[in-house]
């Protein structure tokens, strides 16, 4: 079967190109650590709730694994506008983590990701 020699090849080049990467994948995650770290002190006490009526914000991982899925976009304005409608400043850090995380750390992942597995 050709497709199975293709296929096992791919998944060598995948399992070459994983160590190699993983240098910009610790750097990205612990970017969004130090974001999320700032956004858990910044808004902890504010006593804001989210759309969906939790709690914003409400301990560390929480802060994390929604700064974690605003790097998706999948929640992007959902996440901001507690902040945005207390004080219309406080979308700045928003922007500021987007454009580092979205725009610049995932081109560079990508970037890393694309020349290793075209190296290996």
Same mark, same amino acid.
């Not at 929640?75 to 725009?103: T, W």
């Given at each position: #079967?050709? !497709?199975?020699?293709?296929? *096992? *090849?791919?998944? $060598?080049?995948? *399992? $070459?190109? #994983?160590? !190699?990467?993983? %240098? ?7 970017? #969004?650590?130090?974001? %999320? ?7 902890? =006490? ?5 759309? !969906? ?12 694994? =929604? ?6 976009? &999948?929640? %992007? ?5 507690? &902040?945005?409608?207390?004080? &219309? ?5 928003? #922007?500021?983590? !987007? ?18 597995? $075209?190296?290996?």
């Amino acid at each position: #079967i050709p !497709e199975g020699r293709q296929i *096992r *090849r791919a998944f $060598r080049n995948i *399992r $070459r190109t #994983i160590p !190699e990467i993983s %240098s910009v994948l610790i750097l990205f995650l612990l970017v #969004i650590f130090l974001f %999320s770290m700032m956004f858990y002190k910044l808004f902890k =006490d504010k006593g804001m709730t989210k759309v !969906e009526g939790t709690p914003y914000f409400q301990n560390f991982f929480d802060s994390y694994w =929604d700064l974690y899925v605003l790097v998706t976009t &999948a929640n %992007s304005p959902d996440i901001m506008m507690p &902040a945005y409608d207390q004080y &219309a400043f406080y979308s700045i850090f928003f #922007i500021v983590f !987007e454009v580092v995380c979205v725009y610049i750390f995932m081109s560079i992942f990508l970037a890393v990701v694309y020349n290793n597995y $075209r190296k290996n």
